[in-house]
């Protein structure tokens, strides 16, 4: 992380914080009264998340898996054990190497305080010991009132390719990376699916690294 993003801070947003970056719309055709377990817009979300996900990490490709839980000192026990490990990793042996740090709260300007933490989860693997579709499908339900849903933000980081995605909920997700060169094929495969917001910030990148 420290070699390939220097200066980044992990957390949301993404893309608005490196200068090498996507972001993609996820979710199309919101409707709030057609919103059930298995509906067309969340099997539409699920496809665009899992499908940018596979294009971009292949199955032995080295990568971080990186949780901000945020503590807001309410009272309420922290649970050290965090179950969105522990459900989606296929080898459990690889929890052994699961890190855990707290930090200071990563939105400061909101914590007039101080008195926020945030406790940030890091485990080291590889694609393959991931059921990444569960983990995106969870991270998509957390506004949907769907079970099972993941709330917290969770960031993929390919060590191999240089380059982190993050779902940040079913509207969309940023990917960014070391260079335009690394992500320039799921730039090109991908553009439909490109957030219309910020196409032509995207755009201008690209055409600058090519």
Known sequence: ???????????????????????????????????????????????RAITLFKSLHSSEDKIYIVVNVNDFADGETFNR?????????????????????????????????????????????????LQYAAILKAICNQDMGLKPSISHDVFFINIDRG???????????????????TIRDIY????????YYDRKQIEKVFKKGS
């Open 81 to 129: 054990k965090l179950n969105i490990f522990s459900k989606y990793v296929n080898d459990k042996s690889v929890l052994y190497k699961l890190q855990q740090r707290t930090i200071p709260y990563i939105f400061p300007e909101d914590d007039e305080d101080g008195t926020y933490r945030t406790h940030r989860f890091t485990l080291k693997g590889k694609t393959s010991d």
């Open 188 to 195: 090109e495969e991908y553009n439909d699916w490109i957030l």
């Open 163 to 181: 380059t982190i995605f993050h779902v940040y909920d079913d509207r969309g997700c940023d990917l960014v990376a070391t260079s335009t060169n």
């Open 1 to 47: 992380m420290e070699e390939n993003f220097p200066t980044l801070k992990l957390k949301p947003p993404l893309f608005y914080n490196w200068n090498i970056g996507i972001r993609f719309e996820l979710g199309v055709d919101y409707d709030s009264d057609e919103i059930f377990e298995g509906c067309p817009y969340l099997n539409g979300v699920y496809k």
